[in-house]
């Protein structure tokens, strides 16, 4: 999917005060979808944030994984290591018209 007003975040280390904000670099690269959607969730760059899972549920095993930086402006984990995702949301903003 292309756009140039996406971008993914973190809470480091689960603390709300110390966020990082990563907006997306190359539009033609910001969102894809996996046609296996009971492995993979949205995927963010190329591959800079990979929501995966074998059992079709991201807390229950460490599958996901944030591996590099193209795409998006900041690395929004500090290690490569795999991990589950205990909860993700994700957002369409329309502009309204007047």
């Known amino acids: 999917m292309k756009t140039n007003k996406s ?11 110390n966020p990082i904000l990563s907006r997306v670099k190359k539009e033609n690269e910001a969102l894809w979808y996996a ?15 990979v929501m995966k ?3 079709s549920d991201f807390t229950q095993d460490k599958l996901s994984q944030c591996k590099t930086n193209i795409g998006y402006e900041n690395h929004i984990r500090t290690t490569n290591d795999r991990f589950s995702v205990t909860d993700y949301e994700v957002f369409k903003v329309v502009k309204k018209s007047i």
């Open 53 to 55: 899972s074998g059992v």
């Open 7 to 17: 971008f993914i975040f973190s809470f480091k280390d689960g603390n709300l005060q």
């Open 35 to 49: 046609l296996d959607k009971d492995k993979y969730g949205p995927r963010f760059g190329f591959d800079v944030f």
